[in-house]
């Protein structure tokens, strides 16, 4: 195994969808691929029509992908990238959501763009940076 290079793919989230890792160690950070609603079971995309279930999906699975690499979204990320289908409708969702899944935790750094399309129709696809803290 690499320390450049560690690919990670957890058995919690959904499959990937094409040739792509779930995420990538390098150098002591996760760079997690993008996450939409999917069910980690049937691969279907949930929460069609509510855009905070879809936020709040995607950053589940994002964590999953983090727990398989020994690390936490909430604890450990450090920049996620949020790619919305209809921001001028659904921002102040997305925002909201995002929010209230961090809690109390520090957020890590954002950046958003509004997108002409995301697969199989979601509206939100998320991805993320998490550093994964040394093992003792």
């Known amino acids: 195994m690499s320390d450049v290079k560690i ?6 989230a959904p499959a990937a969808a094409g ?4 995420g990538v160690i390098s150098r002591g950070t996760l760079f997690c691929s993008g996450q939409i609603a ?4 049937s691969n279907l995309l949930l929460h069609a ?3 905070a279930g879809q ?7 994002l964590n999953a992908v983090a727990a398989s690499a020994g690390t936490d979204l909430r604890e450990y990320g450090l ?3 949020i790619y919305v289908a209809n921001l ?10 995002y929010g209230r899944w961090f809690g109390d935790a520090t957020p890590p750094a954002r950046v958003t763009f509004g ?5 199989l129709g979601a509206s939100v696809e998320i991805d993320a940076y998490v550093a994964v803290p040394r093992s003792t």
Do not use: F, G, K
């Not at 690919?7 to 919690?12: F, G, I, L, M």
């Not at 001028?88 to 959501?97: G, L, Q, T, Y």
């Open 55 to 61: 936020v709040t999906q995607c950053l589940d699975n």
């Open 115 to 119: 997108v002409a399309m995301l697969p």
């Open 88 to 97: 001028d409708r659904d921002w102040p969702i997305v925002n909201e959501a």
């Open 7 to 12: 690919t990670v793919h957890s058995p919690e």
């Open 49 to 51: 029509s509510d855009v």
């Open 19 to 22: 040739p792509y890792s779930h």
């Open 79 to 81: 920049r996620t990238t």
């Open 38 to 41: 999917l069910d980690p079971v």
